[in-house]
């Protein structure tokens, strides 16, 4: 139901992610990285976060591919273009949205077309049924496409006695309001 990426290296220069998005089997996580000028040796992880939901309270657990099938990606990709991207997509732009669902998980990619390319700069919820996402080119003019998965879920899955409800909380210290990039939004470190 989500998953994340991680570049680790030593020294300086470094990588960023490019990549980090569910797969649409909602099976595994997909991550990608690029160093940027400077060549970087780095590793990079991806994992993936997934869950289990009882029929009932005291309950088996709902096979896999029955809670897999009460789920969906909300794929959404700008134009190609060069500069700095900026990106928002809801989980009611999906045709398999329905009133009341959650958003579960996401993330976001950028695809690069020459040059130094794209850096992913940023990837966060927005609310309980939006994602954002930011890249750039970093100093160097590179073409790119910027997209986001968004992983949404039925609110109460068929073949269960459970629902869910979704809450989104910051919990200061450990997230920070910092201004974005563009439009005055705020996103979270």
């Known amino acids: 139901m989500g998953g994340g990426g991680e570049v680790k290296g030593n020294g300086q220069a470094g990588a960023m992610l490019t990549m980090s998005t569910p ?3 909602l099976k595994s996580w ?3 990285s690029s160093d940027h000028q400077i060549p970087y040796v780095h590793q990079l992880r991806a994992y993936a976060i997934g869950m289990r939901v009882r029929m009932s309270p005291n309950g088996n657990f709902l096979p896999e591919d029955k809670l897999r099938s009460q789920m ?3 794929w959404a990709a700008d134009t ?3 500069g700095h991207h900026s990106l928002t ?3 009611s732009g999906a045709p398999e949205y329905q009133p009341g669902d959650l958003m579960v998980g996401g993330g976001a990619y ?3 077309w020459g040059g130094a390319g794209q850096l992913l700069v940023s990837s966060l919820p927005i609310g309980v049924t939006g994602w954002a996402a930011e890249s750039k080119d970093h100093g160097i003019v590179a073409s790119a496409q910027l997209g986001i998965g968004l992983i949404g879920m039925r609110r109460c899955p068929a073949g269960t006695t459970r629902c869910f ?7 200061p210290p450990a997230y920070q309001q910092v201004p974005s ?3 005055g939004n705020t996103m979270h470190r």
Do not use: C, E, H, P
């Open 80 to 82: 190609v273009a060069t």
């Open 23 to 25: 797969t649409n089997g």
């Open 110 to 112: 950028v695809s690069t």
């Open 181 to 183: 990039l563009r439009n």
């Open 30 to 32: 997909l991550a990608a």
């Open 165 to 171: 409800n979704m809450k989104v909380q910051i919990d």
């Open 72 to 74: 969906y990606i909300r």
């Open 89 to 91: 997509a809801t989980l």
